[in-house]
């Protein structure tokens, strides 16, 4: 027995030497170093574990990121492990690959196993070493000299973690998303204009501040611990902070070691400040301590110029001061308010004019100027109203004896600009602002009653005994806060909005629960006698979702009380009937009466008035009906002699020129039968809608084709500008007879542009046939073709590089809606600079269809016997075997990008000998790393380089060589307009099939050309040889 509990225990003692040895080995094996010859791969898991395993560095699988990695510094023994450093934010590894982190070539790098380098920063040392420390920085010193060469503290992502130094280098800029990792919208960093104070732009805009860089505002939105934290001092002073922008007080538990504390700047926009709180007691975690901003109206001016911000506002966040109106209307509906508010009538314009007095505003521009001299507020308002200019917008004055924040600050202060980042009832370092306005622009009259603070008191609303109609008066206004009350017969309570137009108001009621169909509250009871009616007593607005709101209408009131005639003046053709003992009412004129909703006396017809006009009506219509008659009459008169006149006339002609005569029938026969024919589908022709206009009216509109009218002219016949009756300009193409443009273009192009309806496409208004006249007509572009700009170098200085990019841009759009987005798919087949027109805004138009082609169904690629196009945009295949697709247009497309952002055709002389065109020209600077000299010397000042870096690259993809490697419509609108830094892929070498193909010796495939010149183009029809 005792052998075998001797036995027992010898076991017993042998597992826990095993485990103590395993637990040994796994502490040895995790390390805290990274060197050159020892770096991390995510295949094995390696890590880095600091010292006293506080932190983690290793390779990161992101939820809501499977197919990248990360590498990243994340807490080790805290759970769940929150992330604070990305390495390669932007630059994420592919899942498939294998990735490793450390030192190479002397840069801290992570790459892959092909060698692949995704991201390095250079050290400047050939010897060093990484290491990870507890306070969670990455730091790398010189093997020799122990300097510090590069550290993830001063280099940090969203995350500021104790020891870290908040200077003016230092940025945390936010994650994309929550599982998103890359850079994203907002940026914390210090503010340059104020002393500790701290600043969030949201695409360089102000998101939030910490404070205003001005004597006027002492107000800190920062919380004291959160000041202390950033400023990396240890010695916390106390175990409790105030926030300034609440009375309440945030107890927060601080303990000696301040690593358990961490500020995030969050991908929602806001800061938010963590501490760890220990388990000891409860249950372990991070706690969110403070954030900022808290609310809508925390966010730096959330309300544009002269918008003020509340969050108890039922409708929306923000409002514009009464007085002033949204900038935007349709961005105010969709509830974006940084546009702000503009006033309805103009300060200084001759109209009577008032001060709105705003009590407990938080405003965020200094004042202009202060005048410290100045004694009382009387005198104050005078400096404001006598400041040259009209540049007084609003003042404060401010009394020595009132105390504030940092003590008393006497003086009058003026704003000559615009107020902004304004908020109501804000109880820290608020001020009184009175705000200059015109009294028309409230509806102000005699006897409205004043505003309340930003609440305008539309007449009969009464707030005191002077003012509105008395049977209104449930209304009290506290003048202190500008908060507006509503009494019934029990309580009081807060009116959140009053809307004049609609004649409604609404309360909040504090009760629980909400059902529409309840009776009416005890607390809402009001007299049976009284105007207002509840419409709705479980109103829900838009920032409340609980309603538990009321909402209420008023009655029409009656006419205005008066004591004197002068009373009435505000309502014009009314008189007063009072007496000397009792008030009277301004009853309206004679042949007026009272309207209670215009609160206006309008005008009525009297009876004799109503027959008397009745009977000069009919007498009218009479006297109309006859003379109409007589000129009917006279007008078939007229055309009946015309006619037979005509017919006489038309009888010795046919017989002089009888052949002439059916020779023209017969080609006006076949056009028209050609558009007519049954090559075309049935459901082709329903929706084709094009008028045919007669050579007269065509002829009277060019002036006979006069030269002065004359736009152009290009291969298949000039363009003329035509002015038809009411000042209509149109654009007219006179198709030559010898033109290569037949019968088949000239019906190609009438149903298919009668078929394409897009923004970036000519529109074709009509079409003429007349013997041998085959005209069309399009909507008349102003700035006529691309070529004239661009290859002018006079007219190029007005094309800078944002409108070069929109033509780019909208060139694009049009070719996706005729390869994709059409009912038809289209492939035009002779897209170039010449066939690009621009309007009065310079927005791009693709025009002349005429060589377009239609393919069927799901299919991009078709084959001709007959080549047509122009030298310098046809694609190879297309040039050389006849086949084209929608990738033929692509070539063309790539072309007039090259050619947009140069400045040069495509068929110029070029100084080289191996660039015989632009595109080898072009090719030769991209090899040679130079693609920006290409740019058109004329954007050098305009142009943004990324977005030309990005058209020459797409446009070298678009003239690649092989049909298949240039990307679709969609694909190059895609890379044009994508924000992400996306790399894009590398162009194989361009076709030079233009210049090659005329220095080529002829080829049994090309016995036959016909050309024709146009703009200094050479457009070819070319037919096989049989």
Not at 473 to 484: A, E
Request: charged share 20%.
């Amino acid at each position: 027995m005792i052998c075998k509990s001797h036995a027992i225990y010898c076991l017993h003692l042998l597992c826990s030497l095993l485990l103590s040895l395993c637990s040994c080995l796994h502490y040895c094996a995790a390390r805290d170093t990274i060197t050159a010859r020892n770096p991390i791969n995510n295949t094995s898991n390696e890590t880095l574990i600091s010292d006293g395993k506080r932190f983690e560095l290793r390779f990161l699988n992101i939820s809501g990121q499977s197919s990248s990695r990360y590498v990243g510094i994340q807490y080790y023994t805290w759970r769940p492990p929150e992330i604070v450093w990305v390495f390669n934010r932007d630059n994420p590894l592919p899942d498939s690959a294998t990735g490793f982190f450390g030192i190479k070539n002397g840069s801290l790098a992570l790459w892959d196993e092909r060698g692949n380098i995704y991201l390095s920063t250079n050290l400047g040392s050939s010897r060093s070493t990484a290491k990870l420390l507890d306070s969670g920085n990455l730091v790398v010193r010189d093997d020799q000299s122990g300097k510090s060469l590069w550290e993830s503290f001063n280099n940090p992502t969203d995350t500021f973690l104790p020891g870290m130094n908040m200077n003016a280098n230092l940025k945390l800029t936010s994650w994309a998303g929550p599982d998103d990792p890359k850079s994203g919208n907002f940026i914390f960093q210090q503010n340059e204009d104020v002393k500790n104070g701290y600043i969030v732009f949201k695409s360089d805009k102000a998101h939030w501040k910490s404070r205003e860089p001005n004597s006027f505002n002492n107000y800190s939105n920062l919380y004291d611990a959160v000041a202390v934290f950033l400023n990396s001092s240890s010695n916390i002073q106390s175990n409790a902070g105030t926030n300034s922008n609440s009375s309440k007080t945030i107890i927060v538990p601080v303990r000696n070691n301040s690593n358990n504390s961490r500020l995030l700047m969050h991908s929602i926009g806001q800061v938010q400040y963590f501490i760890w709180i220990d388990g000891k007691t409860g249950s372990s975690g991070w706690s969110l301590i403070w954030f900022e901003p808290r609310d809508g109206c925390s966010v730096y001016n959330a309300c544009g110029d002269f918008g003020s911000c509340k969050i108890n506002n039922n409708r929306s966040l923000c409002k514009c001061l009464p007085g002033f109106k949204p900038t935007s209307q349709e961005s105010w509906d969709s509830g974006d308010f940084s546009s702000g508010c503009t006033r309805k009538s103009a300060i200084c314009g001759g109209d009577k004019e008032m001060f709105l007095n705003l009590n407990m505003m938080k405003v965020g521009k200094p004042p202009d100027t202060l005048l410290s001299e100045v004694q009382n507020e009387m005198g104050c308002r005078k400096e404001c109203l006598d400041i040259d200019n009209c540049q007084c917008h609003a003042y404060s004055f401010n009394e020595a004896s009132n105390p504030r924040r940092d003590g008393p600050r006497h003086g009058c202060w003026i704003w000559k600009s615009v107020l902004n980042n304004l908020q109501e009832e804000y109880a820290t370092d608020a001020h009184n602002i009175s705000v200059r306005v015109v009294a028309s622009s409230i509806g102000s009259t005699n006897r409205s009653c004043e505003t309340c603070g930003t609440n305008i008191i539309p007449y009969p609303i009464s707030t005191g005994p002077n003012c509105g109609d008395p049977m209104y008066k449930n209304f009290i206004c506290d003048y202190s806060t500008g908060q507006v009350s509503f009494q019934t017969l029990r309580g009081t309570f807060q009116v959140i909005n009053i809307n004049p137009e609609t004649r409604k108001f609404v309360i909040k009621v504090k009760k629980e629960g909400c059902d529409a169909k309840n009776s009416e509250p005890k607390d809402l009871q009001l007299s049976p006698l009284s105007p207002f009616n509840i419409l709705n007593s479980c109103y829900s607005g838009m920032q409340s979702g609980n309603g538990n709101d009321v909402e209420f209408d008023w009655n029409s009131p009656s006419e205005p009380l008066c004591t004197l005639a002068i009373d009435c003046m505000d309502w014009p053709n009314s008189s007063c009937n009072a007496t000397r003992d009792v008030k009277g009412r301004c009853h309206c004129n004679a042949n007026y009466q009272w309207n209670g909703t215009a609160l206006a006396c309008t005008q009525v017809r009297s009876r004799g008035s109503t027959q008397s006009g009745s009977s000069n009506w009919k007498t009218r219509v009479i006297l109309f009906v006859v003379l109409s008659m007589f000129v009917l009459l006279c007008i078939i008169s007229l055309i009946f002699c015309r006619r037979r006149m005509a017919a006489r006339r038309r009888g010795s002609s046919e017989r002089r020129e009888g052949s002439q005569a059916l020779r023209m029938y017969d080609m006006e026969r076949n056009v028209k039968n050609l558009i007519d024919s049954s090559e075309f589908k049935e459901d082709d022709k329903k929706g084709i809608d094009v008028p045919f206009f007669d050579l007269e009216s065509i002829l009277e509109a060019t002036n006979y084709f006069s030269d002065e009218n004359k736009l152009g002219e290009g291969g298949f016949g000039p363009v003329y500008k035509g002015i038809f009756p009411g000042g209509q300009e149109i654009a007219i193409k006179r198709l030559s007879s010898h033109s290569g443009q037949g019968l088949e273009e000239f019906k190609n192009e009438v149903v298919l542009i009668a078929k394409l309806q897009h923004r970036n496409l000519v529109r074709l208004l009509g079409y003429c046939i007349k013997g041998d006249e085959k005209i069309l007509l399009y909507e008349y572009m102003a700035n006529k073709s691309l070529d004239t700009f661009i290859f002018d170098r006079t007219l190029c200085l007005s094309l800078d590089w944002e409108k070069r990019f929109n033509i780019i841009l909208g060139i694009a759009r049009g070719l996706l809606y005729l390869h994709q987005d059409s009912r038809l798919r289209i492939i035009h087949r002779d897209l170039k600079t010449s066939n690009i027109l621009l309007d009065e805004e310079m927005n791009p138009k693709i025009s002349d269809f005429g060589l377009a082609r239609i393919v069927k169904g799901k299919e991009t690629e078709a084959n001709t016997m007959r080549i047509v196009g122009t030298y310098g945009y046809m694609s190879p295949e297309y040039a050389l075997d006849g086949l084209f697709s929608v990738k033929s247009d692509i070539f063309s497309f790539g072309v007039i990008m090259l050619e947009i952002v140069s400045g040069k055709k495509n068929t110029g002389f070029y100084p080289s000998k191996e660039a015989l065109n632009l595109l080898g020209y072009a090719w030769r600077l991209w090899n040679e790393e130079k693609a920006l000299d290409l740019t058109d010397q004329t954007l050098v000042e305009s142009c943004n380089k990324g977005e030309v870096l990005k058209c020459i690259n797409v446009g070298f993809l678009c003239v690649q060589e092989d049909p298949s490697d240039r990307p679709n419509a969609s694909n190059v609108l895609s890379m044009l307009t994508s924000e992400t830094a996306i790399p894009l892929p590398n162009p194989k070498e361009p076709a030079f099939v233009a210049k090659k193909w005329i220095s080529s010796e002829p080829s049994s495939s090309f016995d036959k050309l016909e050309t024709s010149y146009s703009n200094n183009e050479l457009t070819v029809s070319i037919e096989p040889g049989r």
